[in-house]
């Protein structure tokens, strides 16, 4: 039988953002020594009471729009009771669908391989828990989680692969980069994925949820590498179980990513779920949303990647695949707008930061923050090559140097010595030198093998060390060669 993926996720992400967390006014920055950046209310004492982060609720709100969603009349939170030592209040703030999250029903447009679509069930505001750190001697609960906004987002089944799951999670991530509300880096654990995957008869109609199949979650899955071969290995495991009629097998369940033996694992079953006797948070009076906040937060939203994208296509000349890249993550994309403001070659200064900026970050293991090259060098460098100055193959040279060293590339060309040869006359009495050297290419040439010029060119590319200007070489080597 032909099955169909099915796959809806949940994303939480951390707003890192706001100068204060969502309900104290302790600091939103939990890197920082461990409970310090705590109030008496993230601790639950008793008697203290919430206030609302207007800041962070605009943020949710921005999301809200961004994602195509409606939003609320008024804005609520619930509690979510249950208990775990990094909960102390015994419940967590947050907004069920029940009366109205910050956004529902939305629809947003991703890229993967062209445009694809998909419905948001509810985008809500929580409270993130504590965490707890595990030490042979013991566990220790650090407060400096507690009460950190966090913004959860929950799709319909829409995606039907792991691509298009995590192209979805990716495209997601830049937008919270580009509308400053989150760093949204998964190495900091600023955001986590609940992945629901299922399988259904592919010859049935996906429209109706009663031909779909018992989906199973997997929590917290903590990177999108991690998403794509959880997802990847829940669609094998499933196919197995349903092609050997073990249909009863899979269960409506929980389990988790194991990163060990690159598995799921089972945690529990959803029969076992607790009940969190939602209610709405009695400590937070209901607000008023007013319709001018609302369009003056979408009059506020910046440039995103897919505006930023088509912006390059059409007006710089760059392909879709190079501005896929250059978008990707914010501070590239601002580093090239830099590049075309100080009137670089756009398509150049595209190269560059595609192939040989991203190029060496990724071969390096460095991060975009290390580098020490700034878009008025890429310019200069730029400028150098079209200018004769030195040759493309000293210009990549001069960029690894650029790169973390803080130097311009005017001082490593002085350093290292280096000058283009444009010189022709040079070139030709070097061609000939070549040329002399090299009787058995110059029969086959005349046999007919006429592209032997470029193996030439490429020696006399070798003679001068790479200086010399490959296109005068190339010119020299042809006419030259017709000589003979
Ligand atoms: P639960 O009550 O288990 O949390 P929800 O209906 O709230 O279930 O859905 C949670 C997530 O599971 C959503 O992202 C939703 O898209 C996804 N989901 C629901 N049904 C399926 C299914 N049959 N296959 C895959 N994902 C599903
Ligand atoms: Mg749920």
């Known amino acids: 039988m032909k099955y169909r993926t099915m796959i809806g996720l949940e994303m939480h992400c951390e707003i890192s953002e706001t100068k204060t967390k969502v309900f104290s006014s302790a600091k939103n920055d939990f890197s920082e020594y461990p409970n310090t950046s705590v109030r008496p209310l993230d601790m639950a004492f008793p008697g203290t009471l919430p206030t609302v982060n207007k800041q962070a609720v605009r943020m949710a709100l921005m999301m809200s729009i961004v994602l195509g969603c409606k939003q609320p009349k008024y804005l609520y939170f619930e509690r979510k009771n249950y208990y775990y030592p990094d909960l102390p209040k015994g419940f967590q703030i947050t907004q069920e669908t029940k009366p109205a999250p910050i956004g529902s029903y939305g629809v947003f447009e991703y890229e993967c391989n062209g445009k694809k679509s998909v419905r948001i069930n509810n985008i809500h505001l929580e409270e993130d828990a504590a965490s707890s750190d595990h030490y042979p001697s013991g566990s220790r609960i650090n407060y400096n989680r507690a009460g950190v906004p966090l913004i959860e987002l929950v799709t319909e089944p829409d995606f039907r692969s792991a691509d298009e799951a995590v192209a979805f999670l990716e495209n997601i991530r830049s937008i919270y980069q580009y509308l400053g509300i989150s760093e949204a880096d998964s190495k900091k654990g600023q955001v986590r994925c609940d992945v629901n995957v299922s399988l259904m008869d592919a010859s049935l109609d996906e429209n109706d949820p009663k031909n779909w199949g018992t989906k199973v979650e997997m929590k917290n ?220 290419a110059i029969e086959k040439y005349k046999k007919g093998r006429t592209n032997i010029v470029d193996f030439l060119t490429g020696q006399i590319m070798k003679k001068t060390k790479g200086t010399a200007n490959p296109k005068v070489a190339r010119t020299a080597m042809a006419k030259e060669i017709e000589k003979r």
């Open 221 to 440: 899955v903590n990177s999108f590498g991690a998403v794509r071969e959880a997802i990847n290995y829940e669609i094998e495991r499933q196919t197995e179980l349903l092609n050997s009629n073990k249909k009863d097998e899979i269960e409506q369940e929980t389990r988790r990513w194991d990163e060990e033996s690159r598995t799921t694992i089972r945690m529990r079953s959803k029969v076992d779920a607790i009940d969190y006797k939602y209610f709405v948070e009695p400590n937070i009076p209901k607000f008023k949303i007013p319709n001018s906040w609302i369009d003056e937060i979408k009059n506020s939203i910046p440039r995103l990647p897919s505006e930023r994208k088509e912006d390059y296509i059409n007006n710089y000349g760059i392909t879709d695949y190079d501005a896929t890249i250059i978008v990707k993550d914010k501070r590239v994309s601002d580093f090239y707008e830099e590049c075309i403001k100080l009137k670089a070659n756009p398509k150049k200064a595209s190269n560059w930061i595609t192939t040989n900026l991203l190029g060496n970050i990724n071969k390096l293991d460095l991060e975009f923050d290390d580098i020490t090259l700034t878009p008025s060098m890429l310019k200069e460098l730029i400028d150098l090559v079209e200018k004769k100055e030195i040759s493309s193959n000293q210009a990549k040279e001069v960029f690894t140097d650029i790169l973390t060293s803080g130097k311009t590339p005017r001082e490593v060309v002085k350093e290292k010595g280096m000058k283009q040869m444009s010189d022709e006359v040079e070139i030709i009495r070097i061609a000939n030198e070549v040329l002399d050297e090299n009787p058995e």
